[in-house]
């Protein structure tokens, strides 16, 4: 498939989404378009990046997000190698600053890394060449999962986000997702609501582009979506909540929270889910659930980002052509 | 050997000569045309020397050094040093540690506890000082800070009896908080009874669990967990009480937030015994330094916000803050080039330790005289640390500083083993160009 387009994609990196303009935002999302017509073809694969290799360097365990970067890749012909923790030289005490230099020898065009460190995604990008694209690190950021998110509003809103409301309930204080989800929201117009019990908001959470609730009943009113949030189980042990149970009663959304949002407000969930924790199990079912929508919205975003970073120094050429 | 004349140095606003005997300053006394000798000493001043004065032929014998006009300053102490021997030698040795104090103006150091095996018995405080000795003969001068409690666990009391009468002459948990106010009490009362003063290391463990830096907007924004400064003055002001209670000193360690700052004011106003320190990285530089997730600037305590760093610069010169200590901490390359979450905590700090604050003193943060009481007079007298005041009798401790000259801080121009310090690439003004120790040249 030829890309008819002029736009520069300048990006190096993807380590946040604060680094993109609204532009580059769109950009993203009608490339995603056209390779989420494709996605629905009975032959998916098309051999734009034949030849170009993509490493998915995943330190922390994670099915989806693997497993979309690597369709992704697939369906566009490139050529995708995992690696884990368990298996690989990390496990056997090699440092991440090792492990990058060997995978760099190898002279991939780009690097997608899951990693539990908060700013490992930079330290990758700081020192290879090659693009990295951030696939989640620690507590920071997962600019791909919110490129997703805002991609699948997107095709029920189109491009009009601004003043829709959007409410991101659950542990706000541990999610990487919700840090990505603000900025890009807030940056497309969107209007974000943050809800969460006062234990599991992070310290200066009302700097941010949010309004902030700690209860359900008063943050969820009049929203066009809520995104529901895993919560990990440790949180209780580590003294943050008296039991699940209790979080379950205050903080999980059900169809009782839905009707005092907007009629036919969205329902997301980056999963995986913890059914009836913190989203009732008859909503994630619902008619307005748009949570497998948003794994399709994954591929689909993830091949325009792996485009998009592995033409990046091809422009020239293309002009050539031109 | 250590007898010899310095001449031309500039001691406040005059250029003097320095007569040193036998390792110790004799005389002081104005750079005379035609001559470097002394003229005739006045009675009193031969009557108070606790030497001989040599003939006058001895003296005209002596080795002449010409200082150029140079300041002389007094050696430095730097009362909080980590110099990883025994037991982490890839970090940091005595012996570097020990060269790069000298070079960066310190003739003494007050080394932490927290080597492996621990400083808690009179045998690891024998070696320190064997190795001192072993490589620096003539100084700097080591003075090991024994560990509080066993293995720095905080549960049991350290054999401090034993370990003073190996040379320890403080005690600390330095590393890690004493968080049972049973054990930190009655350490306070035992270390006393030894003449040692305690310095604590203040920090809620709870509060501070698994904290990568301070807990702020920044923290939230980064997703790294932070520890609310206020964790430092809870302690803090805890041990302010216990001082107060038990009539015992106490030294607190690297303050960094600005509640401890008014906390130690208040407790000072009230006469009780309580010292503290800060290190000059709180006085340069805020969390901001950690963004970009450089783990240069990662230490403990964390690095605080703005308004912690001017109100610590002010507390310079309020009398709140009685000494400056580097914190040295040096860690390999390899140690801090990984995850911020997996970096160990610690900035490399003897080498541009003098030269920051000789910053303070350009920028009239602070004045010299300012400078020498925190480096040097204050600590002496906290720590029972023989200084130099170029009187008569004094150690003749002393180095020449060129108040001038630019330098870069760079892996290169540290001599510390361990070049993890956020200031790397700094362009820094002054240095030391030669450092006498009793009477002995050792730079």
Known sequence: MQQENHFEWKHKDLLDVDTLSVEDVMHVFKTADQFHEINNRPVKKIPTLKGRSVILFFYEPSTRTKTSFDMAGKRLSADTFSLAKSGSALQKGESLKDTALTLQAMNPDIIVLRHSSSGAAQFLADRLPCSVINGGDGWHAHPTQALLDSFTLRQHWGDDFYGKEVLILGDIAHSRVVRSNVQLLSKLGVRVRLCAPRTLLPRGVESWNAKVFTRLEYAVEGVDAVMCLRLQLERQQAGLLPSLEEYSRTHCLTARHLELAQPNALVMHPGPMNRGLEIASDLADAPNSVILEQVSSGVAIRMALLFLFATRNDRHVDQGDA | ?443
């Open chain 2, 1 to 443: 050997m250590n007898s010899f004349i310095l001449k031309n140095a500039r001691l406040g606003s005059r250029e003097l000569n320095i007569l040193v005997l036998d390792g110790k300053i004799a005389h002081v006394y104005p750079a005379g045309a035609g001559s470097d000798l002394p003229g005739e000493i006045p009675a009193d001043i031969r009557e108070a020397m606790p030497f001989d004065i040599p003939s006058t032929d001895e003296l005209a014998g002596l080795p002449v050094e010409d200082a150029g006009g140079l300041k002389a300053m007094p050696s430095l102490i730097d009362a909080h040093v980590h110099l990883r021997e025994p037991g982490q030698e890839w970090k940091e040795t005595i012996a570097t540690g020990l060269k790069a104090a000298v070079h960066g103006g310190f003739g003494s150091v007050m080394c932490m506890a927290n080597t492996d095996p621990v400083n808690d018995n009179a045998a690891v405080t024998r070696l320190m000082l064997e190795q001192a000795r072993q490589h620096f003969p003539h100084g700097p001068r080591l003075y090991p800070v024994g560990a509080l409690t066993k293995n720095l666990e905080g549960k049991e009391l350290a054999p401090m009896a034993e370990l003073a009468a190996a040379g320890c002459i403080a005690f600390s948990n330095d590393g890690r908080p004493v968080t049972n106010t049973e054990i930190m009490r009655r350490a306070m009362e035992y270390a006393n009874d030894q003449d040692c003063i305690v310095l604590d290391h203040c920090e809620d463990e709870y509060l501070a669990n698994k904290a990568q830096m301070n807990e702020s907007a920044l923290s939230g924004k980064l997703g790294l967990k932070g520890q609310p400064a206020i964790g430092e003055t809870i302690q803090v002001t805890r041990d302010i009480l216990l001082a107060e209670y038990l009539k015992v000193p106490v030294h607190i360690q690297h303050v960094s937030h600005r509640r401890s700052i008014d906390a130690i004011s208040n407790a000072k106003q009230l006469h009780v015994p309580v010292t503290c320190e800060t290190c000059p990285h709180y006085l340069f530089l805020s969390e901001e330094a950690v963004r970009g997730y450089d783990t240069a600037a990662k230490v403990n305590p964390p690095l605080r916000g703005q308004e912690d760093v001017e109100s610590l610069r002010n507390a310079l010169t309020t009398g709140a803050i009685d000494i400056l200590v580097t914190d040295h901490a040096p860690h390999s390359a390899q140690e801090k080039e990984v995850e911020f979450d997996q970096a160990p905590n610690g900035i490399s700090g003897l080498d541009s330790a003098l030269s920051l604050t000789w910053e303070l003193v350009r920028q009239g943060v602070i004045t010299e005289i300012d400078m020498l009481k925190l480096w040097c007079y204050n600590p002496g007298r906290i720590f029972g640390i023989p200084v130099n005041t170029f009187r008569c009798g004094d150690p003749a401790d002393f180095f020449l500083f060129d108040p001038e000259e630019r330098w870069k801080l760079t892996p290169e121009t540290m001599h510390s083993k361990g070049k993890n310090s956020p200031f790397i690439g700094r362009q820094l003004v002054g240095k030391v160009k030669a450092h006498w120790i009793g009477g002995y040249k050792v730079v």
